[in-house]
Structure formats: structure tokens, C-alpha cells
């Protein structure tokens, strides 16, 4: 067979991956995927043409997670005896054999998962976004609209509880808590609560986890062998489901352009935010989140301010949070870079004042 060879780095880029970020499981697992697709077996007839941008549209990841997905929902027992998210354990075994078996059983829908776009909802992202919009809130109540949002696990922060050994923010009696060891360099002070005066969220194809399905979907790109993520998203959907936000479907330029349309509201930070979403936008949707900032911005006071708060990649091992703040001189805002963190919210570098 002809090898596809952007899928095949794509594969073992994730294997790689795996290994770096600490789901040996995976690495085990996707470097049995890579034998597989180099022998022309079932992955390969799957994979190819499934995507036109392997690594960019993380397909890997797609086709892990369908079949964590599976076996999460209760409908896979021989791949989720591997899986410690499901209750089995792993003790360094190929889970391989099992996963194809189940590809192989369940074609049509491993076929059909590899059209849904990965949405991992790392909560623990949410640690260096307190910090960033404490930072940007400076005592004062925030509006926040979070695009690429998935399930709007993230804009539940304000009743997350962090604690970075000095200041602690959010309610302590949250059953999500970021303790001291999420930080390398904590900042300077927190407010004992993150104040909001409004919220919205949007997505392309939001997550309602309102619903056990959706809950699942969530669940299934965590990775299995990281039982302490898979804890903290079960304890943010507790949270979820207390403080209800629907998260509105479409496009993230267009909304942003409606969202920042009216002026903006006196006495609160208008607060733009998001997190390893900007790569997987295409350039129209970029260029009109620009346009809406830059003309929202030209409107913004010192009594109604508006900020654009990122958490995205920078190196391999960490991504940089900036932040973008008006009324400033230049048109798309004043830029600060705040902090480095761990793709998955660990390690947090708090580097502003």
C-alpha cells in the first residue's frame, strides 16, 4: 500500500506526545496504531482521507477517542479493562489488539467520529485564566465571552476554588480545587472571588453536558491513563450543573461581532477569552475576531474597558497567556504576556506584576 505519510508522523507525533505529557497508555497504544496503519490494516482504510490536515484537525486523537468514548458509555468491557478512566488498569500491555477489535465490530462509528473535531475542555486551564482575569478585573465585576468553549467548562472558573498558598479565590467549598503544586511562580495576590457580571459562550459544535451523552463526549478526550483529569472534569460537570450556561453554536467571528456590538456595559471589564483555540480557527473567522476587537476597542474607557485574555501554544512543552487590553493607542490594544503554563494548566508561571 501506498503509506500516507502526514498521517504516519501524525500518528507517532501523538505517540510521541503521549509520552511527553504523561499518558504512557497512549504512547503504548498509539504506537500499535502506527504498526497497524503501516501494515495496511483497518486504520490505515480509516485514516486515509479522513482529513485533509492529519496533524491540524488531531485525527489521532479523534479515533483514540471514539474508542474511549465506547468504553466509557459501557460499550467496550474488553478495551475498557485497559482503561483506569473506566475502572480497569493497565499494567504497560498493548491495549492495541482490543482497540482494533472494537474498530473492526464498530466501523461506521469510528468512521463518523473521525468527522467530530476533538474537544479536550481541560479544566485545569482554568488555574493560570483566574490568574489572567483577576489580573485584568483589578477589583472590579467581569463580563465574559469565551469562544471555541466546547462545553463552557471553563467560564465556570469563578466558583472553582484556586489556592496558591498565600491568597486562596473561589469558593473553598468547591468540589474543583487547584492547590499550591499547580504553580511554579503563583502571582503576587488574588481576590478572595472572581465577580461576574454577565457570561456568554459559543462554540461550533457545542458540548450540552447537561445531558449523560454529552457528559461522556466530554470525558472521552481526556486520556485514560490520567485518572486525576478525569476526577477534576467529573467534579467541573458537578459544578456545570449548578450554575447553568448554554453555550451558543456558531461560528466564533460572527458571534463576537453580535456579542460586541452594543456598547459596552459602564463599571465592568469586557473580557474576550479562550484557550488552545486559535490554531483551529480558520483565517476568515481570525480576521473578523480581530475586526470585532479592534472596533469594539476604539469604544472602550477607563470606565468600560475591554480585553482580550489567550491562552495559547508557544513551545513544545508550554503555551504563553497574553492579554490585550483598550482603550489603548494602538488598535488592537495594549499586549502583555502574563504568564507560561503546561498545555493541560499545569506549571503555571505567573510572569506579570
Given at each position: ?79 475498557a479493562r485497559w482503561y483506569p478512566s473506566c475502572g480497569g488498569s493497565w499494567n504497560g500491555e498493548d491495549p492495541t489488539p482490543d482497540f482494533l477489535a472494537l474498530v473492526a465490530a464498530r466501523t461506521d462509528y469510528f468512521r463518523d467520529a473521525l468527522q ?48 496558591t498558598g498565600t491568597h486562596v479565590c473561589g469558593p473553598t467549598d468547591s468540589p474543583v480545587y487547584f492547590g499550591p503544586e499547580s504553580f511554579v511562580h503563583p502571582p503576587p495576590s488574588l481576590p478572595a472571588s472572581i465577580v461576574v457580571a454577565g457570561q ?154
Amino acid at each position: 500500500m501506498d503509506i500516507d505519510w502526514d498521517v504516519l508522523t501524525t500518528i507517532e507525533h501523538q505517540a510521541d506526545q503521549s509520552d511527553v505529557l504523561g499518558s504512557p497508555l497512549y504512547g503504548v497504544q498509539l504506537r500499535g496504531i502506527a504498526a497497524d496503519y503501516r501494515a495496511g490494516g483497518l486504520s490505515a482504510r480509516l485514516l486515509d482521507g479522513a482529513g485533509l490536515r492529519p496533524l491540524h484537525d488531531a485525527l489521532v486523537l479523534r479515533y483514540v477517542g471514539a474508542g474511549h468514548r465506547l468504553a466509557l458509555a459501557g460499550d467496550a468491557p474488553d478495551l475498557a479493562r485497559w482503561y483506569p478512566s473506566c475502572g480497569g488498569s493497565w499494567n504497560g500491555e498493548d491495549p492495541t489488539p482490543d482497540f482494533l477489535a472494537l474498530v473492526a465490530a464498530r466501523t461506521d462509528y469510528f468512521r463518523d467520529a473521525l468527522q467530530r473535531q476533538v474537544q479536550t475542555n481541560e479544566v485545569a486551564r482554568a488555574v493560570v485564566l483566574t490568574c489572567g482575569l483577576a489580573h485584568l478585573a483589578d477589583g472590579r465585576p467581569l463580563r465574559t465571552l469565551e469562544i471555541g468553549a466546547s462545553a463552557g467548562l471553563l467560564s465556570r472558573l469563578p466558583w472553582f476554588c484556586v489556592d496558591t498558598g498565600t491568597h486562596v479565590c473561589g469558593p473553598t467549598d468547591s468540589p474543583v480545587y487547584f492547590g499550591p503544586e499547580s504553580f511554579v511562580h503563583p502571582p503576587p495576590s488574588l481576590p478572595a472571588s472572581i465577580v461576574v457580571a454577565g457570561q456568554a459562550a459559543s462554540d461550533l459544535t457545542p458540548i450540552d453536558v447537561s445531558t449523560p451523552a454529552g457528559q461522556v463526549y466530554a470525558l472521552s478526550f481526556l486520556w485514560p491513563d490520567q485518572v486525576a483529569r478525569v476526577d477534576r472534569m467529573r467534579a467541573a460537570l458537578e459544578v456545570a450543573a449548578r450554575h447553568q450556561l448554554p453555550v451558543d453554536a456558531g461560528d466564533a467571528g460572527e458571534w463576537l461581532t453580535g456579542q460586541l456590538a452594543a456598547p459596552l456595559p459602564d463599571g465592568v471589564v469586557t473580557v474576550v477569552f479562550h484557550s488552545i483555540v486559535w490554531q483551529y480557527l480558520p483565517h476568515d473567522t481570525k480576521d473578523a475576531i480581530r475586526a470585532a476587537l479592534r472596533e469594539a476597542g476604539s469604544r472602550a474607557t477607563s470606565t468600560s474597558p475591554l480585553a482580550w485574555l489567550r491562552m495559547e501554544p508557544a513551545t513544545r512543552e508550554f503555551a504563553d497567556v497574553r492579554a490585550n487590553v483598550w482603550p489603548s493607542t494602538d488598535p488592537m490594544g495594549t499586549e502583555t504576556v502574563l504568564a507560561e503554563v503546561g498545555y493541560h494548566g499545569a506549571n503555571v508561571r505567573w510572569l506579570a506584576d
